[in-house]
């Protein structure tokens, strides 16, 4: 892991994607020199540098000002053909990566997987021979196991994109989360997160810890003792077991969905006492600072982990910002990793 404290985000040059201005509109003094984004594939926020975690947070944000002003599609994927393919269910991450694909003018294709040979037994590699034939330019995976979409990308052409693996990383996710802090608050540098909830089974708490201490922020975690794995403080983050004294001073409070269809057996007594105890409520809330964010990557169980006010506070809560910046991070990611002249060796 780059853990890197000392990098302010917003100190560094903007350094844009190798869309013309004919392409983007953006003016001629948005386009400086080409950043050589080294991988083939986004796996996982443990591979990027603070560097390259600038730049796609610097050029998803472009994205997200295009969008917000409705901005017409690109063409920089014309002729490519995006192919999302998702083992597990998904709203936002799928949706938006289709989104983002049309945008960028890809052919999109949503395998579901339900529905599709993948479920008579095929296994990874034999899916991955048969998106090779397709002659995909992109793929985003999502999939119960930790390592299944590093598995496909090692038999795969083109590149890969993790949607979410199992309870190991979701990349896309830390950063689009990574931007929302970023646009409210200015900086990553320097805050004060908490990450609440089942921090055990969610790849969204671990690819936050990754970004957010390799830019600069201070991680904590407040969870139940059964919901914090035992290698978190080995990570560099701290632990509470006491959601007010967690939440005291943060800037920022991250409520996680507890991930049943990850548990086997009970993690929590009931439903009504993990929410007085951990469920996020303005009581609690009063111990983070007075302007602390509200965050949530959904989706949400109201009432659960979070409280329904709370939940949709007009001021505090980033939730619907989360998921607009969602679409601008999987543009980004998808230009990058999709641009012919800049693709590192396989
Ligand atoms: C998360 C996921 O799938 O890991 N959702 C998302 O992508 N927005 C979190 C969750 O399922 O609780």
Not at 19 to 29: E, Q
Not at 30 to 39: G, K, L, S, V
Not at 271 to 281: I, K, S
């Amino acid at each position: 892991m780059h853990n890197n404290g000392l990098h302010s985000d917003e100190s560094r040059p903007y350094i844009p994607t190798l869309m013309t201005a004919a392409t983007t509109g953006l003016s001629a003094t948005d386009q400086p020199a080409e950043f050589p984004f080294p991988h083939r594939h986004l796996l996982g926020i443990q591979d990027l540098s603070p560097d390259e975690i600038t730049y796609l947070l610097n050029l998803s944000n472009k994205y997200a000002e295009h969008n917000r002003a409705r901005g017409r599609k690109f063409d920089l994927m014309r002729d490519k053909t995006l192919i999302n393919l998702f083992f597990e269910d998904s709203t936002r991450t799928r949706t938006s990566f289709e989104l983002a694909g049309m945008r960028l003018g890809a052919d999109v294709i949503n395998i579901a997987v339900a529905n599709s040979s993948i479920k008579k037994g095929e296994t990874i590699v034999d899916t991955a021979m048969t998106l090779n034939a397709m002659h995909a330019d992109a793929l985003v995976v999502r999939h119960s196991n930790a390592g299944a979409v590093k598995l496909l990308s090692e038999k795969v052409n083109c590149a890969v994109i993790n949607g979410g693996d199992g309870s190991h990383e979701h990349p896309t996710q830390a950063l689009l989360d990574a931007l929302t802090i970023r646009r409210r608050k200015g900086t990553l540098q320097g805050l004060l997160v908490a990450l609440c909830g089942d921090v055990a089974h969610s790849r969204v708490a671990r690819s936050n810890i990754y970004l957010l201490q390799t830019m600069g922020a201070r991680v904590r975690v407040i969870a139940p003792p059964t919901l914090v794995p035992s290698a978190m403080e080995r990570l560099g983050v701290e632990v509470f077991h006491d959601m007010r004294a967690g939440l005291d001073s943060c800037d920022i409070v991250m409520m996680l969905r507890l991930q049943r269809e990850r548990m086997e057996g009970s993690f929590v007594p009931s439903v009504n006492e993990y929410f007085h105890f951990y469920g996020l409520d303005y009581d609690k809330l009063q111990h983070a600072k007075p302007d602390a964010l509200i965050m949530h990557p959904g989706p949400m169980n109201r009432g659960v982990e979070i409280d329904s006010d709370v939940a949709d506070d007009l001021d505090r809560s980033a939730i619907r910002e989360q998921v607009e910046m969602g679409v601008a991070v999987r543009m980004a990611c998808l230009d990058v990793l999709t641009r012919e002249s800049l693709k590192a060796a396989p």
